[in-house]
């Protein structure tokens, strides 16, 4: 069978690939071929991604149970207070906004790039701290 | 919970990879169970045991 030629990790990349590079390559698309490409990616994302967890063992999947929790929570709760800390320091929020600026595009507005922006900022905040946690259930014990 | 794994899996000369390749679980997950960091489910400790043919209390104990 496909899935078990790979280990369960390649089949996250095998998953997750299509949905990075339509993030990196959809503003030059037109926009009906990325609508099309866009689903197409979603469902074989969460295919690869079911097939990822059935391939996992208990204690694996224990591990990616608590660093979903604790790390995704801690991540968001993260991102929360940057984007609060924004309110009160300004030239925190003028960093941010030169930051998101690399996504600018004519096709979007200003508010649509930091709307954008924040949904990233706050997805990579979750994924930074379910990393860590993950880690830390792996090494805690060694 | 405390287990005797690492002692019953030395005792018969097996690596973590072979328990690990006997239970059909990663090498990791068998180092997790056998530090504590992990308590199996059910049906996992019961394999366990069987695979060491003792039973099951005599593997796994209470932490009191």
Known sequence: MFARRFPPWALLIFGLAPIVLLLLLGDPLPKPLFLVLAPIASLWAAAMTGLHWKRLDEAARAAHRWAWYWGGSIGLAGAMLAAASMLVLPELASTAASLASFMASPKYSTEQLYLFAGVVFCGVAQGAGFLGAWIYWWAAKR | ?64
Do not use: C, H
């Open chain 2, 1 to 64: 919970m405390k287990n005797v794994i690492r002692t019953l899996r030395t005792e018969r000369n097996w690596t973590q990879a072979d328990l690990a390749l006997r239970l059909n679980v990663s090498r990791n997950s068998v180092n997790a169970i056998e530090t504590g960091k992990y308590d199996p489910s059910l049906p996992l400790a019961f394999r366990i045991a069987n695979i060491f043919e003792l039973k099951i209390e005599d593997v796994f104990q209470n932490k009191d």
